[in-house]
């Protein structure tokens, strides 16, 4: 990597605290007592005023624009460019940097985290142009196994389409990971194991170490240590196993890295896991959008810091639904509710949005997701009646 940090927003504070001792002495033996301690306290005062020469400084009158880095980056096959899932402005950011690639690179493949291997014809379908973005959440199983809101993603994926970008699911199963985590690689059966890379590299004592912090500080999640992080060297194996195996079949080829900070931080995670299957013979640079740790010029070839950007505000009917046994029944309302100012009432069953039967919230999800305010949704439920058959009641409503 390259050790140099580039900030488009970035804020350096350098604090330097002064001490002084003080030394009153009462008679003759304690002067020259005195005298001797004052000239050690006085070296070591020397000595913290000296500049720590491990302290960096960045200037701030010659930062570079986001664009500026793209010729860099592109001398390398593969850029790995993190991510806060939830940060948007970070998103718009790797866009920017597929962009930036593909000219330079026309024979670019995005890698992504936030897909999973078994669901990679489903991809291919989707930048063929054979799959809705609503069969494609459908088939990918986005909601029930990433479940971030969809259009974090949803521009990069609109331009890889746009411009046949083949994708690439890098992440395994939900299931095997969470397995993993609860039992340990030892609790897998043999076709279990069987999915996950044969080789699982501890070597890293720095990583080890990183991984025990957000372990402490989130044990109420994770259970036991061991097999968390027996989980979180899986996850990195096998999203380097599959990035290596495309890059073996496609040598010409280079390809960008989708996934969150902590598996591209240091280069420990994916990234050297990637080298070692390809022999170091591929170049890397490492991206970084933010970082909430200490920034060192080894975390990364560049930081990105940039500022927050939200979502632009969804179209909700304002419900909260309760699901059993493959219904969704209404269970109550938002303070400002349009599905209740249209007329739905507390233990309706959900039957359809649009037309589409829902039995789940991820059915729900993937029909609002690009839905926006002043939009109109056609809602059926089920009303059970007091007394007789119970009836199916249509509402267009007006998403608020």
Same mark, same amino acid.
């Given at each position: 990597?390259?050790?140099?940090?580039?900030?488009?927003?970035?804020?350096?504070?350098?604090?330097?605290?002064?001490?002084?001792?003080?030394?009153?002495?009462?008679?003759?033996?304690?002067?020259?007592?005195?005298?001797?301690?004052?000239?050690?306290?006085?070296?070591?005062?020397?000595?913290?005023?000296?500049?720590?020469?491990?302290?960096?400084?960045?200037?701030?009158?010659?930062?570079?624009?986001?664009?500026?880095?793209?010729?860099?980056?592109?001398?390398?096959?593969?850029?790995?460019?993190?991510?806060?899932?939830?940060?948007?402005?970070?998103?718009?950011?790797?866009?920017?940097?597929?962009?930036?690639?593909?000219?330079?690179?026309?024979?670019?493949?995005?890698?992504?985290?936030?897909?999973?291997?078994?669901?990679?014809?489903?991809?291919?379908?989707?930048?063929?142009?054979?799959?809705?973005?609503?069969?494609?959440?459908?088939?990918?199983?986005?909601?029930?196994?990433?479940?971030?809101?969809?259009?974090?993603?949803?521009?990069?994926?609109?331009?890889?389409?746009?411009?046949?970008?083949?994708?690439?699911?890098?992440?395994?199963?939900?299931?095997?990971?969470?397995?993993?985590?609860?039992?340990? =690689?030892?609790?897998? #059966?043999? &076709?279990?194991?069987?999915?996950?890379? +044969? $080789? /699982?590299?501890?070597?890293?004592? %720095?990583?080890?170490?990183?991984?025990?912090?957000?372990?402490?500080?989130?044990?109420?999640?994770?259970?036991?240590?061991?097999?968390?992080?027996?989980?979180?060297?899986?996850?990195?194996?096998?999203?380097?196993?599959?990035?290596?195996?495309?890059?073996?079949?496609?040598?010409?080829?280079?390809?960008?890295?989708?996934?969150?900070?902590?598996?591209?931080?240091?280069?420990?995670?994916?990234?050297?896991?990637?080298?070692?299957?390809?022999?170091?013979?591929?170049?890397?640079?490492?991206?970084?959008?933010?970082?909430?740790?200490?920034?060192?010029?080894?975390?990364?070839?560049?930081?990105?810091?940039?500022?927050?950007?939200?979502?632009?505000?969804?179209?909700?009917?304002?419900?909260? =639904?309760?699901?059993? #046994?493959? &219904?969704?029944?209404?269970?109550?309302? +938002? $303070? /400002?509710?349009?599905?209740?100012? %249209?007329?739905?009432?507390?233990?309706?069953?959900?039957?359809?949005?649009?037309?589409?039967?829902?039995?789940?919230?991820?059915?729900?999800?993937?029909?609002?997701?690009?839905?926006?305010?002043?939009?109109?949704?056609?809602?059926?439920?089920?009303?059970?009646?007091?007394?007789?058959?119970?009836?199916?009641?249509?509402?267009?409503?007006?998403?608020?």
């Amino acid at each position: 990597m390259h050790n140099r940090v580039i900030t488009p927003f970035f804020l350096l504070l350098l604090f330097i605290v002064f001490f002084s001792v003080w030394v009153r002495p009462s008679t003759a033996a304690t002067v020259v007592s005195g005298q001797a301690h004052g000239k050690a306290n006085g070296l070591e005062a020397q000595q913290a005023l000296e500049m720590d020469t491990s302290t960096k400084a960045v200037n701030l009158r010659q930062l570079l624009d986001l664009d500026a880095i793209i010729p860099e980056l592109a001398r390398h096959q593969v850029v790995f460019v993190g991510e806060q899932h939830p940060r948007f402005d970070h998103h718009l950011n790797q866009l920017a940097i597929i962009r930036g690639l593909h000219r330079i690179h026309p024979k670019l493949v995005i890698g992504v985290e936030f897909f999973q291997q078994p669901f990679q014809q489903y991809l291919e379908q989707f930048v063929a142009d054979q799959l809705t973005v609503e069969e494609f959440l459908k088939k990918t199983e986005y909601y029930d196994r990433w479940r971030y809101d969809f259009r974090l993603y949803a521009p990069i994926l609109e331009f890889a389409r746009k411009n046949s970008i083949p994708i690439l699911a890098l992440n395994v199963p939900t299931e095997l990971i969470q397995k993993v985590g609860r039992e340990g =690689l030892e609790g897998l #059966s043999e &076709k279990e194991r069987a999915q996950l890379p +044969s $080789e /699982i590299d501890r070597s890293s004592v %720095a990583y080890r170490e990183r991984l025990q912090k957000v372990f402490e500080n989130h044990p109420q999640h994770f259970g036991k240590f061991e097999t968390f992080y027996e989980a979180q060297l899986v996850w990195d194996e096998a999203m380097a196993e599959s990035a290596s195996r495309y890059l073996k079949d496609h040598s010409d080829a280079h390809m960008i890295v989708l996934a969150g900070n902590g598996h591209l931080a240091y280069g420990v995670g994916i990234p050297e896991r990637l080298n070692r299957r390809l022999d170091a013979t591929a170049s890397v640079a490492i991206v970084l959008n933010d970082w909430e740790g200490l920034v060192e010029p080894d975390i990364a070839d560049y930081l990105l810091l940039s500022e927050k950007k939200e979502l632009p505000k969804a179209g909700f009917l304002g419900v909260m =639904l309760k699901q059993s #046994s493959g &219904k969704l029944e209404v269970n109550a309302f +938002s $303070e /400002i509710s349009a599905a209740k100012t %249209a007329g739905i009432e507390e233990k309706d069953e959900l039957l359809s949005l649009n037309g589409r039967l829902v039995s789940d919230m991820a059915d729900v999800k993937e029909v609002m997701w690009d839905k926006k305010p002043g939009e109109e949704v056609i809602v059926k439920v089920r009303r059970g009646a007091f007394m007789g058959k119970d009836e199916e009641l249509e509402f267009k409503i007006k998403l608020k």
